[in-house]
């Protein structure tokens, strides 16, 4: 839990009572959540990121529905919750329970187990969702490389593993030349160094490198990608790691007929969003997710793990076994 007095942040294991959960229709015993960088945003002092004190972090969780008021979800049944207010507003993953609105619940997928799922969370879902929103807009992998930047965090590990499972040429960019192993091993025919993203900066427009790319990191990496885009590509824009804000021109836009396309995984409409997830039980290799994993912590162990994940240390993804 952390709480705040003024921009002063207090954060630790608490205790709480059975009525201490939010308001909700669904009951459920979590047994994984996940490290996000949202997560690790609203761990920080000052942040303006959680709208509630005291707050419950965990903006995704996996677990067994305990109660229900809602006749479609079962008791005893498996189901993700993540998005809306989650971690956010309302108490999240990095709890033994969870008490949610209905609307907020998917159906775990047949075919996934509840650890898989919980590998996959909200990054999984944001590469999914980038690839379909991509593939909408005409993408198909004759068209050519796509570049992910960011690719050895969450997101961008996801969309290497999924992309290069659909068979797209995977060019992964990132700033830790030592993870190139990894990502090959997850699929990438190539890793670059963020830096080499920049072609031709006098210029205003670049070279014609990208089919697509899928961005974790905005700020000048998407500034250069906008750049180097080939005519008709896009760009899915999901993460903001490397800055909230960036420089372009219209000429992307007007000359090579480009798309930037935004990945909202907050908002999702629940009907989209069990969709992407039925989806998502045949899209993923299974055999490749437990490579994703960085470690297994407990909610004694979030406190250092919250702090990498900000400060973009970690690699992958990091599961939460609440009752550890």
Not at 12 to 20: Q, Y
Not at 211 to 231: K, M, N, Q, W
Not at 278 to 302: H, K, N, R, W, Y
Request: aromatic content about 6%.
């Amino acid at each position: 839990m952390v709480e705040r007095t003024g921009d002063a942040l207090d954060a630790g294991v608490r205790t709480l009572a059975f009525d201490d959960l939010p308001e909700g229709d669904v009951v459920i015993r979590v047994h994984w959540s996940s490290v996000n960088y949202k997560d690790g945003m609203v761990a920080r002092p000052g942040n303006r990121v959680a709208r509630i004190t005291p707050l419950v972090p965990g903006v995704d969780l996996v677990g067994t529905v305990l109660e229900s008021a809602d006749r479609s979800i079962g008791i005893g049944s498996q189901v993700i919750v993540h998005g809306y207010d989650l971690g956010v507003a309302h108490h999240g993953g990095f709890a033994e329970l969870a008490r949610v609105p209905a609307e907020w619940v998917v159906p775990l997928p047949s075919g996934l187990s509840a650890r898989q799922a919980a590998i996959i969370g909200t990054a999984g879902f944001t590469a999914a969702l980038s690839l379909h929103r991509l593939e909408q807009n005409g993408l198909a992998p004759a068209d050519g490389p796509v570049v992910v930047t960011g690719a050895s965090g969450g997101v961008g590990s996801m969309a290497v593993l999924l992309f290069a499972a659909r068979g797209y040429e995977v060019v992964a960019s990132t700033g830790k030349q030592a993870e190139t192993d990894y990502l090959v091993g997850l699929g990438a025919s190539e890793v670059i160094d963020r830096d080499a993203l920049v072609v031709a900066p006098h210029r205003t427009l670049g070279p014609e490198r990208w089919a697509a790319a899928v961005d974790c990191v905005g700020g000048a990496a998407l500034t250069a990608i906008l750049r180097t885009l080939r005519y008709g590509g896009a760009v899915a824009a999901s993460g903001l790691t490397g800055g909230n804000a960036f420089e372009s021109s219209v000429y992307p836009f007007i000359v090579r007929s480009v798309s930037l396309i935004g990945i909202d995984t907050v908002s999702t409409p629940i009907v989209d969003r069990r969709k992407v997830w039925s989806e998502i039980a045949t899209e993923f290799p299974a055999g490749l997710l437990d490579s994703i994993v960085d470690s297994e912590v407990g909610l004694g162990g979030l406190a250092p793990v919250l702090e990498s994940i900000h400060a973009g240390r970690v690699r992958g993804r990091v599961l939460v076994a609440p009752g550890r």
